[in-house]
């Protein structure tokens, strides 16, 4: 089994800064790409930025110069440095990891249970 713990959501001012950390533990034999992705009340869910085992990243565009993915891979670790929120991104924060497990032939994404990020004055 594969489990994804996400921290360091919470509420932040306009303007601020946050970090979040998405830790991978379990039966894993390596993992290939690791992502995040957010929810915010009555939309769909939309990619914030991924990452590669060899470090290559992926934004969507709205996130592009305000976020940084990052990577450890020695603790199967992905972060995402969020930097000038806005109240537009408030919502669930949810990392996701391609992982090959003990005993298994393919590699299956896991997803964690999500972390609350609220940007408000």
């Known amino acids: 089994q594969v489990q994804l713990v996400e921290s360091g959501g919470g509420l932040v001012q306009p303007g601020g800064s946050l970090t979040l950390s998405c830790a991978a533990s379990g039966s894993i034999v390596s993992i290939n790409a690791m992502g995040w992705y957010r929810q915010a009340p009555g939309k769909r869910r939309e990619l914030v930025a991924d990452?590669?085992?060899?470090?290559?990243?992926n934004y969507a565009d709205s996130m592009k110069g305000r976020f940084t993915i990052s990577r450890d891979n020695a603790k199967n670790t992905v972060y995402l440095r969020m930097n000038r929120l806005k109240p537009e991104d408030t919502a669930v924060y949810s990392c996701?990891?391609?992982?090959?497990?003990?005993?298994?032939?393919?590699?299956?994404?896991?997803w964690g249970q999500g972390t609350q990020v609220t940007v408000s004055s």
């Open positions: 990452i590669t085992s060899s470090g290559s990243t």
């Open positions: 996701n990891a391609n992982v090959l497990g003990y005993g298994s032939r393919y590699y299956l994404t896991y």
